[in-house]
């Protein structure tokens, strides 16, 4: 029984995305190198800029979970590579897990527009609609 107790308090560890390794990451010379270099030589990015496609972002991290408790992250890199507007590598920035920022979630709801119903006018608009009698499923020439 013990034994079932410890196994079930182990540590799980997960990795996401592709962690890029120090001499991939050499390999790229801003001003040298082009889109098509960057996705040879690093791959195709994890995601890119929402409104332009001048920044690409290589994401990875590493979470430990133990038992029930909530994910921990224990390891990030986020590889930023921006480009120019003729597609040469401008910059090259790499940030790990203590650069990070947590983002605040807003709790608001974005309003509808229509009538608030209750269950009353629900019910009472629903009067009428049943019992018209029965119909024909049947498609025509059957």
């Keep these: 029984m013990l034994c079932f107790g410890v196994a079930a308090c182990s540590g799980t560890v997960n990795t996401h995305g592709d962690k890029l390794e120090p001499d991939r990451l050499n390999e790229l010379v801003a ?3 082009t889109r098509d270099d ?3 030589i690093l791959g195709s990015p994890s995601s890119t800029s929402p409104f332009d496609d ?9 979470t430990e979970t133990l ?3 909530a994910p921990k992250v224990t390891e990030q890199q986020v590889v930023v ?3 120019n507007s003729e597609g040469i590598v401008q910059e ?5 897990l203590d650069q990070k ?3 605040d979630i807003v709790d608001r709801e974005t309003p509808t527009t229509g009538n608030d119903v209750s ?6 608009g629903n009067i009428g609609r049943f019992g018209g009698g029965a119909t024909d499923d049947r498609l025509p020439g059957q």
Excluded: C, M, P, T
């Design 31 to 33: 001003g040298q190198h």
């Design 38 to 40: 960057v996705a040879a």
């Design 54 to 62: 001048d920044s690409w972002y290589y994401i990875s991290n590493r």
């Design 67 to 69: 038992a029930f408790l």
């Design 81 to 83: 590579v921006k480009f």
């Design 92 to 96: 090259i920035d790499k940030l790990g």
């Design 101 to 103: 920022r947590e983002v």
């Design 119 to 124: 269950i009353l006018d629900e019910f009472i």
